[in-house]
């Protein structure tokens, strides 16, 4: 509109916004005269003779666009200003975008290249710890054995095997299930032989008032008839771990020092112990024993999380750190004698420099303590099932004289059929014991 009304006025017409009349010369010159007379007066008339833009429009020949003009100083101002916060805003959002994917970067690549945990790693010399008192059992100091009929157990020096199993007071029916399948098993190949031990705490016979068996004269009448439960004067709780595996490590050292393996396992174990022998004559030999330096089972690797929460949870306060050394899982591990032994006296080591104690005994045992001794761990992971339905599909449509595919099965105890399975099982290798042997022979 500006262009036309130029381009008009050049050519002496004009045209007024909403009536496009002709205008006269005579009014044409009365207003270029004004306007060069005195523009500001001229446009402050026009823009107060119009108190709405239609009438002003309406009126006046000259086009609104000068109105607009005066007022665009005021409305480029604020306009500016919303339109440099919303650039302003854009800006944090994406930076605030950039950052958190740098920041993710950066914790991917330390979490791939640097270790998370910070703990130091303690280093014991085992010539310059000494041997604990014998009425000390880390910090207990008036340990004793309630019962200990088992002295006898390692008389032979053809022992190949001594089984310590961590058992329960009231687990009765475990302990009779072991004696009867594979721990029960005392002559092996070569002339060799096994021993089964089973380590327990003092039970809490409050609940006798009851009406319920007395736990503890059953327990004396059981070690008095098998002569193979050992009982340590401490109270048998799962946070007194500790004590039950280190009680056995040292009365195995001290009791059957002639042993080539010691295998600590649990009562909810099966162990192919036939197949297990074979195993060790294959990785180390007939005749040589494993090395002094190494526990062999199933590796659970470094770097694994401590539970915080839950039954088996791990304190902040106990154990600061976000990780744990590799060590042995549960279930079953093997050693030698003199290895329970140094184990037993890093055990007593004060703390620094032994690593601190914490409830969970396979960690503390066979991880922090084997790692202050630099021992080596040797895998047996795929010699190890937890499933025991997958044991129960096995069995269900295996041969007679198939071997089970695994040495160490965790048996569920809560199962209906789990002692069942058990007696499958160890028959099973049996029978592919003596087939295998029987072949051999011919």
Same mark, same amino acid.
């Given at each position: 509109?500006?262009?036309?009304?130029?381009?008009?006025?050049?050519?002496?017409?004009?045209?007024?916004?909403?009536?496009?009349?002709?205008?006269?010369?005579?009014? &044409?010159?009365?207003?270029?005269?004004?306007?060069?007379?005195?523009?500001?007066?001229?446009?402050?008339?026009?823009?107060? #003779?119009?108190?709405?833009?239609?009438?002003?429009?309406?009126?006046?020949?000259?086009?609104?666009?000068?109105?607009?003009? %005066?007022?665009?100083?005021?409305?480029?101002?604020?306009?500016?200003?919303?339109? &440099?916060?919303?650039?302003?805003?854009?800006?944090?959002?994406?930076?605030?975008?950039?950052?958190?994917?740098?920041?993710?970067?950066?914790?991917?690549?330390?979490?791939? =290249? #640097?270790?998370?945990?910070?703990?130091?790693?303690?280093?014991?010399?085992?010539?310059?710890?000494?041997?604990?008192?014998?009425? *000390?059992?880390?910090?207990?100091?008036?340990?004793?054995?309630? !019962?200990?009929?088992?002295? @006898?157990?390692?008389?032979?020096?053809?022992?190949?095997?001594?089984?310590?199993?961590?058992?329960?007071?009231?687990?009765?029916?475990?302990?009779?299930?072991?004696?009867?399948?594979?721990?029960?098993?005392?002559?092996?190949?070569?002339?060799?032989?096994?021993?089964?031990?089973?380590?327990?705490?003092?039970?809490?016979?409050?609940?006798?008032?009851?009406? &319920?068996?007395?736990?503890?004269?059953?327990?004396?009448?059981?070690?008095?008839?098998?002569?193979?439960? %050992?009982?340590?004067?401490?109270?048998?709780?799962?946070?007194?771990?500790? !004590?039950?595996?280190?009680?056995?490590?040292?009365?195995?050292?001290?009791?059957?020092?002639?042993?080539? +393996?010691?295998?600590?396992?649990?009562?909810?174990?099966?162990?192919?112990?036939?197949?297990?022998?074979?195993?060790?004559?294959?990785?180390?030999?007939? !005749?040589?024993?494993?090395?002094?330096?190494?526990?062999?089972?199933?590796?659970?690797?470094?770097?694994?999380?401590?539970?915080? #929460?839950?039954?088996?949870?791990?304190?902040?306060?106990? +154990?600061?750190?976000?990780?744990?050394?590799? +060590?042995?899982?549960?279930?079953? !591990?093997?050693? *030698?004698?003199?290895?329970? @032994?140094?184990?037993?006296?890093?055990?007593?080591?004060?703390?620094?420099?032994?690593?601190?104690?914490?409830?969970?005994?396979?960690?503390?045992?066979?991880?922090?303590?084997?790692?202050?001794? =630099?021992?080596?761990? =040797?895998?047996?992971?795929?010699?190890?099932?937890?499933?025991?339905?997958?044991?129960?599909?096995?069995?269900?449509?295996?041969?007679?004289?198939?071997?089970?595919? +695994?040495?160490?099965?965790?048996?569920?105890?809560?199962?209906?059929?789990?002692?069942?399975?058990?007696?499958? &099982?160890?028959?099973?290798?049996?029978?592919?014991?003596?087939?295998?042997?029987?072949?051999?022979?011919?």
């Amino acid at each position: 509109m500006k262009f036309l009304f130029r381009e008009k006025s050049q050519s002496g017409i004009f045209y007024s916004e909403k009536n496009p009349r002709m205008i006269s010369q005579t009014d &044409l010159k009365t207003w270029s005269n004004l306007i060069k007379i005195n523009p500001k007066r001229m446009f402050m008339s026009s823009n107060s #003779t119009g108190s709405s833009r239609s009438s002003s429009r309406s009126s006046s020949p000259i086009p609104p666009h000068v109105d607009n003009s %005066v007022c665009c100083g005021w409305f480029c101002n604020w306009w500016c200003v919303v339109r &440099l916060a919303q650039f302003t805003l854009l800006l944090i959002f994406f930076a605030t975008l950039l950052y958190l994917l740098l920041a993710s970067l950066s914790d991917f690549d330390n979490s791939a =290249h #640097t270790p998370k945990s910070h703990r130091q790693q303690s280093i014991l010399l085992i010539n310059d710890i000494k041997e604990p008192p014998p009425m *000390t059992l880390l910090d207990l100091e008036d340990f004793h054995y309630i !019962y200990d009929h088992a002295k @006898g157990q390692c008389e032979n020096d053809h022992i190949f095997f001594v089984f310590v199993i961590h058992s329960q007071p009231n687990h009765f029916r475990q302990r009779q299930a072991i004696r009867a399948t594979w721990g029960g098993k005392k002559q092996l190949d070569d002339g060799w032989e096994s021993r089964t031990i089973f380590m327990l705490g003092s039970h809490d016979d409050s609940d006798i008032q009851n009406g &319920l068996l007395n736990v503890t004269d059953i327990v004396q009448q059981e070690a008095e008839r098998h002569h193979d439960i %050992v009982v340590g004067s401490f109270h048998d709780h799962y946070h007194n771990l500790t !004590y039950k595996h280190v009680m056995g490590l040292r009365w195995v050292s001290h009791n059957c020092p002639q042993a080539k +393996y010691v295998v600590k396992a649990d009562d909810d174990a099966f162990i192919n112990i036939l197949s297990l022998q074979d195993l060790m004559y294959r990785t180390f030999g007939q !005749y040589l024993a494993i090395p002094h330096n190494i526990l062999a089972c199933h590796v659970l690797p470094e770097g694994t999380s401590p539970q915080r #929460t839950g039954k088996w949870a791990v304190t902040k306060d106990d +154990y600061p750190w976000d990780e744990y050394p590799s +060590y042995c899982a549960g279930l079953a !591990y093997l050693l *030698t004698p003199r290895l329970a @032994g140094h184990l037993v006296r890093a055990a007593h080591a004060p703390s620094p420099p032994a690593p601190p104690r914490i409830w969970v005994d396979d960690v503390w045992v066979t991880g922090l303590l084997a790692e202050s001794l =630099h021992l080596q761990h =040797h895998h047996l992971d795929l010699r190890y099932t937890y499933d025991h339905n997958e044991v129960k599909s096995w069995l269900s449509q295996a041969r007679t004289q198939a071997a089970p595919p +695994y040495t160490f099965v965790h048996l569920d105890t809560s199962e209906p059929e789990w002692r069942e399975d058990l007696d499958q &099982l160890w028959k099973h290798a049996e029978m592919a014991h003596n087939t295998t042997h029987k072949t051999i022979n011919r």
